[in-house]
């Protein structure tokens, strides 16, 4: 199976802030990469689909990068709206896998 | 509207089993894989199941393999998860998911 790691497990940022966070893939899966975020309660929403494609009606403010193993979501300003769990998901070879999250929280 | 809505979950002992549904509307089913996705309490994303267009290939989490069944029935927009020999650790919520939408889930919980 494709392990994927996230990191942080945990960010504590201020609105405003860029933020980063990382996706590793034990495996090269090319670009067959999702992001995802998720509020409590909620259904994840998608972010960005093949690594790098910005789903429809997802602020410019979201963006994707990476291939083979690494990969990275950054939010260029991060809104109040955005404090919320992110995953990754590699969908490169079965069984489908997701990284473990990344909070990101009030600082 | 395009949607997914699942349904089927509850409170089920161990050992039982359980059939959950989930039905599609807003767009051309037969055009895409469906999947199911799990997450136990406060736990990350788990992908369980996925089968394609006609039901002729389905694919399965090793851990579950033999328990669970996927199928679908294209003439009602519907996929299924059955599952059996439900244990405790299979308390979560189940997600439908066609590409780039999921479904708000059904809670499943396993206790007796």
């Known amino acids: 199976d494709i392990q994927m790691t996230q990191s942080p497990s945990t960010l504590s940022a201020s609105a405003g802030d860029r933020v980063t966070i990382t996706c590793r893939a034990s495996?090269?899966?090319?670009?067959?990469l999702a992001w995802y975020q998720q509020k409590p309660g909620k259904a994840p929403k998608v972010l960005i689909y093949?690594?790098?494609s910005l789903e429809t009606g997802v602020p410019s403010r979201f963006s994707g990068s990476g291939s083979g193993t690494e990969f990275t979501l950054t939010i260029s300003s991060l809104q109040p709206d955005d404090f919320a769990t992110y995953f990754c998901q590699q969908y490169n070879s079965y069984p489908r896998t997701f990284g473990q999250g990344t909070k990101v929280d009030v600082k | 509207e395009v949607q997914l809505v699942e349904s089927g979950g509850g409170l089920v002992q161990p050992g039982g089993s359980l059939r959950l549904s989930c039905a599609a509307s807003?767009?051309?089913?037969?055009?895409?894989?469906m999947t199911w996705v799990r997450q136990a309490p406060g736990k990350g994303l788990e992908w369980v199941a996925n089968i394609n267009h006609d039901g002729s290939q389905t694919n399965y989490l090793d851990s579950l393999k033999g328990r669970i069944t996927i199928s679908r029935d294209n003439a009602k927009s519907s996929v299924y998860l059955q599952m059996n020999s439900l244990r405790a650790e299979d308390t979560a919520v189940y997600y439908c998911?066609?590409?780039?939408?999921w479904g708000p889930g059904t809670l499943v919980t396993v206790s007796s």
């Open positions: 998911v066609r590409y780039l939408l």
């Open positions: 495996q090269s899966i090319s670009t067959s």
């Open positions: 093949q690594a790098s």
């Open positions: 807003g767009f051309i089913f037969t055009n895409y894989w």
